[in-house]
């Protein structure tokens, strides 16, 4: 049964860097397009990035949501089960619950609805003090 950890998260202050991690594992990793979503209290899961599934020959697509385009990078290491999200000159309203998923799917509009992934992680806090 796949299996999703994240790490990385924390209460950091607008301005700086931070990276989140997401292990999988009970599958076989580069075969999932994966994903992170955000959910602030109050509000409905938002897309926040998602990588399409890769092979070595070919470099996977990437996607983001419009509010962290920019700032936020997503990338994935296929020999280490791991999925980041590295995100940059955090601000304030990207405090939220940060959750990794994973579903084999492919498609810039799949890719960010959060009904398209069957798997998903506990999730990480992140907050961001101004």
């Known amino acids: 049964q796949v299996q999703l950890v994240e790490s990385g998260g924390g209460l950091v202050q607008a301005g700086v860097s931070l990276r989140l991690s997401c292990t999988l594992s009970?599958?076989?990793?580069?075969?999932?397009?994966m994903a992170w979503f955000r959910q602030a209290p109050g509000e409905e899961r938002q897309f926040v990035s998602a990588?399409?599934?890769?092979?070595?020959?070919?470099?996977?697509?990437?996607y983001y949501g419009d509010s962290v385009k920019g700032r936020f990078i997503i990338s994935r290491d296929n020999a280490k089960n791991t999925l980041y999200l590295q995100m940059n000159t955090l601000k304030p309203e990207d405090t939220a619950v940060y959750y990794c998923?994973?579903?084999?799917?492919?498609?810039?509009?799949?890719?960010?609805?959060?009904?398209?992934?069957?798997?998903w992680g506990q999730g990480t806090q992140v907050t961001v003090s101004s």
């Open positions: 998923a994973a579903g084999v799917l492919t498609g810039g509009r799949a890719l960010k609805r959060p009904n398209s992934y069957p798997y």
């Open positions: 009970g599958g076989t990793f580069s075969n999932y397009a």
């Open positions: 990588v399409e599934w890769s092979t070595p020959a070919l470099a996977p697509s990437t």
